[in-house]
Nanobody, 120 residues
Framework: QVHLVESGGGLVQAGGSLRLSCVAS????????MGWYRQAPGKQRELVAS???????YYPDSVKGRFTISRDNGKNTVSLQMNSLKPEDTGVYYC??????????????WGQGTQVTVSS
């Protein structure tokens, strides 16, 4: 059984910063892509950052230059540094990992979500 546990989040004023972290625990062979998604009220969940095992990353234009994703393969963790936050960044942020539980089986796992609220 694999579990993802997130930390960080909270309430911040526009222009401020927050850092989210997520750690995976359980029986794992390797972790491939790690990422963060967010879901605002009434909207679909969207990808805000992803990073491959080799360190290649992706950001949508909406967060590029403000958010930075990083990972520690030895600690099975992924972090998201969010700077210059805007009210439109408000939402529930979810950690996502594609984890191989054996040499041939890969599954997608989600964290429980953490609320980020940016006030104007």
């Amino acid at each position: 059984q694999v579990h993802l546990v997130e930390s960080g989040g909270g309430l911040v004023q526009a222009g401020g910063s927050l850092r989210l972290s997520c750690v995976a625990s359980g029986s794992m062979f390797s972790i491939n892509v790690m990422g963060w998604y967010r879901q605002a009220p009434g909207k679909q969940r969207e990808l805000v950052a992803s990073i491959s095992r080799s360190g290649s990353y992706y950001y949508p234009d909406s967060v590029k230059g403000r958010f930075t994703i990083s990972r520690d393969n030895g600690k099975n963790t992924v972090s998201l540094q969010m700077n210059s936050l805007k009210p439109e960044d408000t939402g529930v942020y979810y950690c996502n990992m594609r984890i191989k539980t054996s040499t041939v089986l890969e599954y997608e796992f989600w964290g429980q979500g953490t609320q980020v609220t940016v006030s104007s």
